[in-house]
């Protein structure tokens, strides 16, 4: 069964500094990876997302993610934080097939100081 | 406007009350599906349906029902809810295809069983 690990559970980091939020995944076939944020009191907003290809994605609001196959990552990157970034952010992989679950990771929450 | 709608956004309900919450689509999705978010644990699945009339249980499926009647719908049953379903819920919805896993997702539906 797939699973995914989130290692972080709280992260702060200054406005203006890099970010990386870790994920790591565990799935024995070609896994389909997803980023996902949440604000406060909102639903859950699509980032990014492999599937196969380059391993580099890009996706909204300036971040992108790398996949690793060796390592079993897919960890999320931002060059630049902004304030409004604050929120939780939750790596999902996704089981393929006629499933279509998706295993999400515990969440990362994000604070941003000013 | 692409969406998922849950109703109610917000529910305080008392142990044995029948509940059900409701989830519409306007995508003509084939695939949707019902996960409730717990601190710490991340999202889990609850229930999931392939079709109209097809339904499966996901990981936690134990004190929820769910139907499938339109293709457009899938409400969310609590037949005697207990204060261990109190959680945030989302439903999510996505194209069949196989190799296209991107759910969208509803706002959430707060649920606080007393």
């Known amino acids: 069964a797939q699973s995914v690990t989130q290692p972080d559970i709280h992260i702060t980091v200054s406005e203006g500094a890099s970010l990386e939020l870790r994920c790591n995944y565990s799935y024995g076939a070609t896994p389909y990876l997803f980023w996902y944020v949440q604000s406060p009191g909102q639903g859950l907003q699509l980032l990014l997302k492999y599937f196969s290809g380059d391993t580099l994605v890009q996706g909204i609001k300036g971040f992108e993610a790398e996949f690793k196959r060796s390592q079993s990552s897919f960890n999320l990157r931002k060059p630049s934080v902004h304030w409004s970034d604050a929120a939780e952010y939750f790596c999902a992989v996704g089981a393929g097939g006629g499933g279509n679950k998706l295993t999400f990771g515990t969440g990362t929450q994000l604070k941003v100081e000013l | 406007e692409a969406q998922v709608t849950q109703n109610p956004r917000y529910l305080i309900t008392v142990t044995g009350k029948k509940l059900t919450v409701t989830c519409s689509q306007n995508?003509?999705?084939?695939?949707m599906s019902w996960y409730r978010q717990d601190p710490g644990l991340g999202l889990r699945q609850i229930y999931y349906s392939m079709n109209v009339e097809v339904t499966d249980k996901g990981d936690v499926p134990e004190g929820y029902k769910v139907s499938r009647k339109e293709k457009r719908n899938f409400p969310l049953i609590l037949e005697s809810p207990s204060p261990n379903q109190t959680s945030l819920y989302f439903c999510?919805?996505?194209?069949?295809?196989?190799?296209?896993?991107?759910?969208?997702f509803g706002p959430g539906t707060r649920l606080t069983v007393l």
């Open positions: 995508m003509n999705h084939e695939y």
């Open positions: 999510a919805s996505s194209e069949r295809k196989a190799i296209n896993n991107e759910q969208f």
